[in-house]
């Protein structure tokens, strides 16, 4: 498991890379991960997608308590445009790229930094990709989610800080298909396919929302409770 500042380090790379000339039509990320082969496939996969330390299911179940409950706030003026997102990293290249090669194993990019090729693994439903364009980059708690939650509150700078934030769990590259399938629903309304996932997920999500200071609903609360029910072994205890 990463330490929080050497996965500072690693994001910091990542912006940094995008900085070389390329050579030639495109160049792979120099701190991309390498994919493997899957027999009898004669394709690659990546290893799931790799999120800033997690915090363990104790200290989640314990966050998860602190927790305020409340009801959703109103959505009355609520805009993605609040939530100012992608931020530029280095030389053209925007957080959307980052996590695309921080997630990602052999990519490839062009030299506006755009991802060309890689292989993908999406965490939330297992299906693996080659084609950066099917992909999508999920907020962990989503900007709708976290408006009706009190970044109503808010300044616009705050919510630049969360829709770009690579330091915490709240960036991860997923099929747009299960992106769009989640919307900007909570725990209680939508939960990532593969249950096994279920343990990261209720983590990460209660991660944020302790970050932040963003409150839960009691419904969200208690899908939580259960999803967290799902973690085994020392690493999540």
């Known amino acids: ?17 995008s900085l070389l000339p390329a050579s030639g039509a495109a160049a792979p990320y120099a701190a991309s991960r390498s994919a493997a082969s899957r027999p009898g496939s004669g394709t690659t996969s990546a290893a799931p997608a790799e999120l800033p330390p997690a915090i363990s299911a104790a200290a989640a179940t314990r966050r998860l308590t602190g927790l305020t409950v409340a009801g959703p706030r109103p959505m009355t003026g609520y805009s993605r445009a609040r939530f100012p997102h992608w931020s530029r990293h280095g030389h053209d290249c925007d957080t959307r790229e980052v996590v ?5 194993a052999d990519v490839k990019q062009d030299a506006r930094c755009r ?6 693994h999406s965490a939330y439903d297992g299906e ?5 364009a099917r992909l999508d980059i ?7 989610q976290a408006w009706r939650s009190g970044a109503d509150r808010w300044t616009d700078a705050r919510r630049k800080e969360f829709a770009n934030d690579l330091d915490g769990p709240q960036l991860i590259a997923v099929s747009a298909a299960s992106n769009r399938s989640k919307g900007d629903q909570s725990p209680d309304r939508w939960r990532p396919p593969l249950p096994g996932y279920w343990c ?3 983590r990460a999500w209660i ?14 609360r ?9 973690c085994q072994g020392p690493d999540e205890g």
């Open 100 to 104: 695309l090669a921080r997630d990602g």
């Open 138 to 144: 999920d907020h962990m708690v989503p900007l709708a």
């Open 222 to 230: 208690e899908a939580l409770s259960e999803m967290l029910a799902t």
């Open 200 to 202: 990261t997920y209720s």
């Open 115 to 120: 991802a060309l090729s890689g292989a993908w």
């Open 128 to 132: 693996d990709f080659d084609d950066p």
């Open 207 to 220: 991660d944020v929302k302790a970050r932040y200071e963003l409150t839960v609903t009691e419904p969200e």
């Open 1 to 17: 498991m990463f330490l929080r500042r050497s996965w500072r380090l690693r994001v910091a790379a990542l912006a940094a890379a």
